[in-house]
């Protein structure tokens, strides 16, 4: 297997989700993939951004989405129905005092950890990017998690994950202050452009030590 591929076959991914090939493609069906196909090649190609998807999907079925039929039931129930204009609130000076501080939304979270989706936006990384730099990764082999002990695996940023809040059946990932200094490393062994943060304490601004 070239250790720069970039695409894999249906065959492989259902061997590697012990899945069959049907199940393989109805996934594909669900959530819209794309398949590909090449010259004087027989075989069918999903990306390798796409195998991780539904390597994520199996481990977590519910980051597939909710049951969209009955979604779509409701939505049409809801536009049946009259607008209904939003009431007029005036403001007062206890809607003004009322601040909130994300950090105290974040209870759980271990001191100087944050959300990897903020991790991301505070140092000018797309959040699909730097996703995949944690499930996928970067660099030779095949995507991380997807190997053996005779395979080589990309290297990947670590991250841990907790229940999202009011949303047990949910999870978010995050990064402990470790992990966001090997995030910065791991972004600086591969030429990805980020920018420094304005938070205080954040390691970007430590420099090379």
């Known amino acids: 297997m070239d250790n720069e591929q970039e695409y894999i076959t ?3 991914v259902a061997e590697d989700l012990k ?3 049907a199940t393989v493609y109805d996934w594909i069906k669900t959530l819209g993939i794309q398949t590909h196909r090449f010259v004087r090649n027989r075989n069918t190609f999903l990306h390798i951004t796409d195998a991780a998807r539904l390597k994520e999907v199996k481990e977590k079925p519910w980051t597939a989405g909710p049951n969209t039929a009955r979604s779509a039931r409701r ?3 809801k536009v049946e129905k009259p607008p209904v204009s939003p009431p007029v609130v005036q403001p007062t000076e206890k809607v003004e005092k009322r601040v909130y501080n994300r950090k105290e939304k974040d209870t759980g979270l271990p001191d100087g950890a ?6 991301a936006r505070n140092h000018g990384v797309k959040r699909e990017t730097f996703r995949d730099h944690m499930i996928i990764g970067l660099g030779a082999g095949v995507p991380w998690g ?3 002990e005779m395979t080589v695996e990309k290297e990947h940023v670590d991250y841990s994950e907790r229940p999202k809040p009011g949303r047990p059946k949910e999870t978010e990932k995050y990064l402990t202050a470790d992990q966001q200094r090997q995030a910065l490393d791991f972004w ?3 030429d990805v452009t980020f920018s420094e943060c304005d938070q205080p304490g954040c390691p970007c601004h430590k420099g090379d030590e």
């Open 10 to 12: 249906i065959t492989q």
């Open 19 to 21: 899945w069959n090939k």
């Open 75 to 77: 939505v049409s129930e």
């Open 114 to 119: 944050m959300l990897a989706i903020d991790f």
């Open 146 to 148: 997807m190997g053996d």
């Open 188 to 190: 600086k062994r591969h």
